[in-house]
């Protein structure tokens, strides 16, 4: 046996594997598996902040812009966000844990009819149509009751996102290739699911991997038991170490301890699902403090801000910034987890640098270009 990795080798290699050198949209997304949504612009949307790091001359909203000539599709995995059309295969048809009653069956099945013979459609559309009226939502407040269909046919397979207008979902029928039934094809499935997100968020604590493997019921609820099978196969396949009283985990085909994790003298603000932060867990175990989102705290509560992006310097996230645009310039905000900056001409350069690139990121795209 090698020599074991240590923190440090985890650290560089959590931010090196994915923070890979920038390329086309298509290859980082795929790279990627699944870039998370979310869409609060502060200054701009989470996939996009996601993006920008990886994809070469990246602009906010090039995702939206281009997504109809990709083969992406928005969709489920362990949340909602943006993922390869091929991993659709992996978890439809998708039977939800909760099925419908016979009512909803009919108005599902009419608004399906009335897609297939638009092609596509506005919510907005199916509401003047059916004039559904509204409904209890998961939250337990009033909304749009069509809205709330669409969702659950897009959540089910019946639909796909076909476009955004003005962020707003438009849809259209929805086709899938048809599924291997065999006894050994849903663990099979389940375990294609459980090396996507370990090759996204890997190296991973124990306890991170368990609770991302139990969020796969969003994505492929119908997949339990296999996904309980896959995940027993899995922990006797993959690579891990034991440092302290954390066990670790990551793909068999990586090497924690490899020299190509250098780190350069580079600071990137990232996204707060960035795959880098987003299993806060691993977080503190690597960085040594508590990070939170808190757009959804109240603002006399905040401690880090109301969409702090979290600063990473080489491989140590040492702070956050909130970030406001005036003039098409970045106005920031920050906080350290010292208390104060590191007192490094080199951090200062590296840190206007990416203050540059992300107001670059935010100048709207030139008139006839389509890069991304």
């Known amino acids: 046996m090698g020599i074991a990795p240590t923190l440090d080798d985890l650290r560089r290699h959590a931010v090196a594997r994915t923070l890979f050198k920038p390329t086309t949209l298509p290859a980082a997304i795929r790279r990627l598996g699944f870039v998370q949504a979310d869409p609060i612009r502060a200054p701009a949307r989470a996939q996009d902040l996601t993006l920008r790091h990886r994809v070469s001359d990246y602009r906010a909203g090039d995702l939206e812009r281009r997504y109809e000539r990709l083969q992406i599709d928005e969709d489920c995995l362990v949340n909602y966000g943006f993922l390869p059309r ?31 013979e638009r092609g596509a459609v506005h919510p907005r559309e199916v509401e003047q149509h059916f004039a559904h009226g509204r409904t209890t939502t998961y939250w337990g407040g009033s909304g749009n009751a069509s809205t709330h269909l669409l969702d659950g046919m897009h959540y ?9 207008d003005s962020g707003t ?23 294609a699911l459980i090396d996507l997100i370990v090759r996204k968020y890997a190296p991973l604590p124990a306890g991170s991997l368990t609770y991302l493997v139990r969020l796969l019921g969003y994505g492929a609820p119908h997949l339990t ?34 020299r190509r994790h250098a780190v350069d003298d580079r ?3 990232l996204a707060p699902f960035d795959p880098v932060v987003w299993d806060r867990r691993r977080f503190e175990l690597l960085w040594g403090w508590t990070y939170k989102f808190e757009a959804y705290t109240p603002s006399s509560q905040r401690k880090f801000g109301y969409y702090a992006l979290p600063m990473l310097w080489r491989d ?6 909130n970030v406001s645009m005036r003039d098409g310039q970045p106005v920031p905000e920050f906080g350290y987890a010292a208390g104060s900056a590191p007192k490094d001409r080199v951090f200062r350069a590296a ?10 990121f935010m100048a709207p795209r030139p008139l006839g270009t389509g890069r991304g």
């Open 267 to 269: 600071v990137c603000l």
């Open 156 to 164: 089910r397979g019946l639909l796909r996102v076909k476009r955004r």
């Open 86 to 116: 091929e991993h659709l295969a992996l978890m439809h048809p998708r039977r939800a844990a909760k099925a419908w009653d016979a009512q909803t069956q009919r108005k599902a099945a009419d608004v399906l009819a009335f897609v297939r």
């Open 225 to 258: 038991a296999q996904t309980r099978t896959a995940f027993g196969l899995a922990r006797e396949h993959l690579a891990g170490s034991r440092i302290g009283d954390t066990t670790w985990y990551w793909p068999a085909d990586e090497r924690p301890q490899s």
């Open 169 to 191: 979902r438009v849809y259209e029928a929805a086709s899938h290739l048809p599924v291997d039934d065999g006894p050994d094809a849903g663990v099979q499935r389940a375990a």
């Open 316 to 321: 140590r996230v040492i702070g956050w910034g």
């Open 351 to 360: 840190l206007d640098e990416e203050l540059q690139r992300l107001a670059q």
